[in-house]
């Protein structure tokens, strides 16, 4: 398909390609495990700064990506707090960071990260300030079929013995875990962007450093 693919994820992810008895024990399996997650993510969750949690993951990305993968990165300096876990915070970034590699494996590809405030929709003053996440990439893009389901568990379009299939599924269920939304924007041949939306727990204020409780 030539046409953008966008999407917003939401709701829970299913386990395709087993059947019978074996499809029930693994939505179960990976429903509670997710429930007990969420619940451990919940009581571990403080108030971080994701412009230090983005800084440490574009180090450990930029040491480990090959020279053919240009790194641009567009950080905005104001950025409100928000209440996450930071550990699993970097390990949302590092596995979007991988997956737009893997998209440009094997030729040149510009992989760009970013983070910003959210623009408020129509200047909506009571709409929640919120924190945007995003990695983006100029590799193959992803069809309308693909995007339907890259958030469940073990699928994934690589050859086998080249992936699990549970990067961008353990990504969504971190995101879910701390209140956030995922989004994916994607053309054939054009890329792909996955943006991040975290709830802001602080407003920041025009000075950028200072954070100050919103309201």
């Not at 979007?96 to 909506?124: H, K």
């Not at 300030?129 to 699928?155: C, K, Q, Y």
Request: hydrophobic letters at 40%; proline letters at 3%.
């Amino acid at each position: 398909s030539s046409h953008d693919t966008k999407r917003i994820i939401a709701g829970s992810t299913g386990v395709s390609g087993v059947r019978g008895h074996h499809v029930r024990l693994c939505r179960t399996g990976v429903r509670s495990s997710g429930i007990c997650a969420q619940v451990f993510i919940a009581l571990h969750c403080t108030l971080i700064d994701l412009r230090v949690v983005t800084m440490e993951g574009l180090n450990l990305f930029s040491a480990l990506a090959p020279p053919s993968i240009e790194i641009r990165t567009q950080i905005s300096q104001a950025i409100p707090l928000v209440k996450a876990d930071a550990t699993l915070a970097l390990h949302l970034m590092m596995n979007l960071c991988t997956n737009a590699y893997q998209a440009m494996e094997g030729a040149d590809g510009v992989l760009t990260i970013g983070l910003r405030n959210s623009e408020q929709a129509g200047n909506d003053m009571s709409t929640p300030a919120r924190v945007e996440l995003w990695v983006s990439d100029t590799g193959h893009g992803m069809d309308a079929d693909t995007v339907e389901r890259i958030f469940e568990p073990f699928f994934t379009t690589r050859s086998v013995g080249q992936g699990t299939g549970l990067g961008l599924s353990v990504v969504h269920g971190i995101v879910e875990s701390f209140g956030a939304s995922i989004t994916v924007e994607t053309k054939i041949g054009a890329g792909t962007t996955f943006r991040v939306f975290f709830p802001a727990a602080y407003q920041a204020n025009s000075v950028g450093d200072l954070m100050v409780p919103g309201g």
